[in-house]
């Protein structure tokens, strides 16, 4: 776990923060590993054409440091970019615990030189007070197959259209954020946005099966138990 809110309920966006830059937040790149990057994405895609490139924010850290003006904890996260390439070459890679540990030794950081790309989930709750589950397709790259919560990622290309540019603001990625996962819980499992809550952040945790990729992890209230597709599993 990268980091918990330590509220049962999560915290409302309004006690959420985003330090956004390409420059700062970017990883770092490792000469000697570069080319099995590029090499490593060709077999994929040879071996799941499904596969594509596209680019994801990049979370180098976060923290609860600030309070608000009542002396509320205060959620930071800052957040760069990266792709889907450099994900599957790095933290998905043979190379990612060569890379984690050039990172302790020369950052002081073991994700330094990963790609991080932010994931989101949710745990959602009826009013019955089940969690609602999906299985996993069998063609994705982390737990094919498996039980899990719904989510995916936040996606840059959402904010590129909100500021009509690829100059993003601050407060454009955090409603991404926040977006985002509601998104994912519409397409993934028809469940209308009207009957969702509005979500509230959880903590980040890690995939220590991915190089300690990270995912946002909100609550979300659903009001109802119907429209949910087929593969949905609830669970009390």
Request: hydrophobic share 30%; glycine share 10%; charged share 30%.
């Amino acid at each position: 776990m990268f980091l918990s809110c330590g509220a049962r309920d999560g915290l409302p966006k309004s006690r959420v923060r985003v330090d956004f830059s390409k420059e700062k937040y970017g990883r770092k790149v490792e000469p000697s590993t570069e080319p099995n990057i590029a090499r490593s994405w060709e077999d994929h895609k040879r071996n799941n054409p499904r596969l594509f490139n596209g680019s994801k924010f990049r979370m180098q850290s976060v923290d609860m440091l600030e309070k608000d003006g009542e002396g509320n904890n205060l959620v930071t996260f800052r957040i760069g970019l990266t792709d889907y390439r450099d994900f599957m070459g790095t933290n998905m890679s043979r190379d990612a615990g060569y890379l984690m540990q050039k990172g302790r030794q020369s950052c002081g950081d073991p994700h330094a030189y990963l790609s991080q790309p932010v994931g989101v989930g949710s745990m959602i709750i009826t009013s019955d007070d089940q969690v609602v589950m999906m299985r996993r397709s069998s063609w994705v790259s982390e737990g094919p197959g498996q039980l899990d919560r719904p989510g995916g990622h936040a996606e840059p290309k959402e904010v590129a259209k909100r500021c009509g540019s690829d100059e993003f603001t601050n407060d454009a990625v955090l409603d991404e954020l926040f977006e985002s996962v509601i998104c994912e819980i519409r397409d993934e499992i028809n469940i209308p946005e009207s009957f969702l809550s509005e979500p509230r952040l959880l903590g980040v945790n890690g995939n220590h099966k991915s190089g300690g990729r990270p995912s946002v992890e909100f609550i979300v209230r659903y009001a109802s138990s119907v429209h949910l597709k087929p593969n949905i599993i609830l669970l009390r």
